[in-house]
């Protein structure tokens, strides 16, 4: 028979029972939607991710030492002495030597105190941190080498003290020891995370930021030390020689020499992330095993509801192999409809969520297409058994059913 | 004809080709049925038999015109022609205004009616009509005969199963069952009754 003989056969039972259908497509609605917008979230935070390491810049590098038996001395901690050594004996491979250190500091203007984060910044600091300057400048070495006592604000501290963006000029006063020192704004710059991002490090989070010098002074031991290779497809050459020298300054192994990379970091929460959205994608998968079985059922109940109208078609010339097709037909669209609706509810869903968040969303195509040809495998599968029992029905007894 | 319970359905089952477990042989058009398979003998009712039911037996919430054609569908014939020939057969039963009139939208006789249109959709040249007067009126019951005797006199075999001595009266010829047995079979001649 005819397969478009089918397919209106299909739509006028689908249209007879609305609700019915209607219920039994539910199923794959939610499990296609909720499918794809849980893949796509999954692929949308790693862009965010890769995003973000891009603005950090992927020559960034840090190590620490792991001495043998966890005897710790002397030799197991960085400090500003050991910086200066290792930028003079790597030349102009190396961008940029720090610390990268973050405290959290209170911050002063008036009356109006505000805890915020201060983050030091060595010499050649955009090598290190390419913040959005607004306003003024960004540090430079001199303000490094004098330990001149400038800062550079986010323009929402700005805007909270001075009730203006434009800060530059004003002083603030920061309490990085025991007492307040004051700071001349040199620069205001503008948060570029996501809002994602902003989200995952806790909302609000300001920083500013001063020389590193005046943040980490030279008699201090530092536990990690950061630097950025000057062209950042070099920096595995680059880690290794900076592995050589530490252990040669440190009289250590270079196995105690633990490094890390920006970009080795991106690679392990990529692949977590990756894992992640696989392992609750194949749960939300489940969903669609389930609306299979929705669909089976209310397939059997349409076999069992039409088993005379089985038997007068067979009566008039029907063969096994075209009640089969009927209604197999009819779940395959069944299905196949859930599926269309789903797809484009979980599109909606995940590019709501991108407006929402203000980010830019992902959903690839690949993803659509298994979703919807998985749908369909479902409907097909789920649709056999009832449609082999509707075309083995005996037509003398189908005929009689009442 | 016979009783209820003498065994004219399980006859009508067995020359309508609806069923192949039966002692003996039926052979139609030298095709011995017990050894068809079931899609040959989905062929041989499409191609070769029309049923006419004492319950209609029509496909519900289908127009007229769809009921008619379901048979050629599944002989392949194409749509266009399935539909002119739907309506011709339609307007030879005398329905040729009501072809999109839904079942429940027809009276009994004209249900019927349809049913025959369909028994005739791939000119069979058996009709098989198990008690078709059954659920009808004196007046439809008539009517339904009359249409059956015309048929008969285009050259179609039509076979009837009846309890009714009145519509066996239509016949040329009479088998009686008694509990499962052939306890007569007389050719009638016309105009006597």
């Known amino acids: 028979m005819l397969i478009f003989e089918n397919i209106r056969l299909a739509l006028s039972s689908i249209r007879a029972n609305k609700m019915r259908s209607f219920l039994t497509m539910l199923g794959m609605i939610i499990g296609i939607s909720s499918v794809i917008a849980i893949v796509s979230l999954g692929d949308t935070m790693r862009s965010v991710v890769a995003n973000e390491y891009k603005n950090v810049g992927l020559g960034l590098a840090y190590m620490y030492i792991n001495p043998p038996d966890d005897t710790y001395g002397d030799n197991t901690y960085f400090t500003t002495a050991d910086a200066e050594k290792l930028k003079e004996a790597m030349g102009d491979d190396l961008a940029y030597v720090g610390f990268n250190q973050s405290l959290r500091k209170d911050m002063t203007v008036g009356r109006r105190t505000k805890t915020l984060y201060v983050t030091g910044l060595a010499e050649n600091p955009t090598a290190m941190k390419n913040l959005k300057i607004i306003y003024g400048r960004m540090l430079s070495d001199k303000d490094f080498q004098e330990k001149r006592h400038h800062i550079v604000l986010q323009k929402e501290t700005a805007e909270g003290f001075f009730g203006d963006a434009n800060a530059v000029g004003k002083t603030v006063k920061v309490k990085l020891n025991e007492d307040q020192e004051e700071f001349l704004v040199v620069g205001v710059y503008e948060n570029q995370d996501s809002a994602l991002m902003k989200a995952l490090q806790g909302g609000s989070m300001e920083f500013a930021y001063i020389p590193e010098s005046l943040l980490v002074s030279e008699d201090s031991y530092n536990w990690s030390l950061y630097f950025v290779a000057a062209d950042a497809n070099q920096l595995d050459a680059l880690k290794s020689r900076v592995t050589g020298y530490i252990a040669r300054m440190k009289n250590l192994d270079q196995q105690y020499i633990i490094m890390s990379s920006a970009s080795e970091e991106m690679g392990m929460i990529d692949s977590m992330l990756g894992s992640l959205s696989a392992v609750v994608g194949a749960i939300a998968a489940i969903s669609l095993v389930v609306g299979g079985i929705g669909i089976m059922n209310i397939m059997l109940v349409s076999v069992t509801e039409r088993t005379r109208e089985i038997g007068i078609r067979k009566a008039l010339g029907a063969r096994t192999k075209d009640i089969l097709t009927q209604f197999l037909i009819e779940a395959a669209m069944i299905s196949a409809a859930g599926g269309l609706i789903g797809t484009f509810l979980g599109i909606s869903v995940v590019a709501l969520g991108g407006m929402l968040f203000g980010i830019t969303t992902v959903v690839k195509l690949q993803v659509i297409v298994i979703a919807v040809a998985f749908s369909a495998m479902v409907g097909l599968g789920f649709g056999l058994y009832p449609a082999r029992k509707a075309a083995k029905a005996d037509p003398v007894i189908a005929l009689r059913y009442e | ?193």
């Not at chain 2, 007067?133 to 005797?149: C, H, Q, R, V």
């Open chain 2, 1 to 193: 004809m016979g009783q209820s319970g003498s065994g004219k359905s399980t006859l009508m089952n067995i020359l309508g080709c609806m069923d192949r477990q039966f002692s003996g042989t039926y052979e139609l058009d030298g095709i011995s049925i017990a050894q068809q398979s079931e899609n040959q003998l989905s062929a041989i009712r499409n191609q070769k038999i029309g049923f006419v039911f004492q319950a209609f037996q029509l496909i519900p919430r289908t127009s007229a015109l769809k009921n008619v054609e379901i048979p050629m569908i599944y002989a392949g014939m194409k749509a266009d022609a399935r539909k002119v020939k739907a309506a011709a057969l339609l307007e030879k039963v005398g329905l040729g205004q009501r072809i999109h009139h839904m079942p429940n939208e027809l009276s009994g006789g004209q249900k019927q009616r349809v049913a025959i249109a369909r028994a005739l959709a791939n000119d069979p040249a058996i009709i098989l009509a198990d008690e078709p007067t059954g659920n009808l009126d004196t007046k439809a019951s008539y009517e339904i005969m009359e249409f059956f005797t015309n048929l008969n006199k285009e050259g179609a075999t039509v076979i009837v199963v009846t309890h009714e001595e009145e519509i066996a009266a239509y016949t040329d010829r009479i088998i009686r069952f008694q509990d499962g047995q052939i306890v007569s079979d007389k050719k009638v001649v016309k105009g006597s009754c």
